[in-house]
């Protein structure tokens, strides 16, 4: 489990049967983690705009 990819489908793994054993639980984690991945969308988009203007 030291390669982020191997930690990323272990993770979604997990998160999949939290979310099938407890729905109640699973619901608002995977709602603050999507989130997370939505707010980080902006963040990678700009990098590029960003770079380019320190050139």
Known sequence: MSCPFC????????????????PGAGRPVCAGL????????????WSPTAQKAEE
């Open 7 to 22: 930690t990323q489908a272990w993770m979604a793994d997990g998160l999949v049967g939290t979310y099938a054993a407890a």
């Open 34 to 45: 999507s989130a997370v991945v939505v707010s980080d969308w902006p963040q990678h988009a």
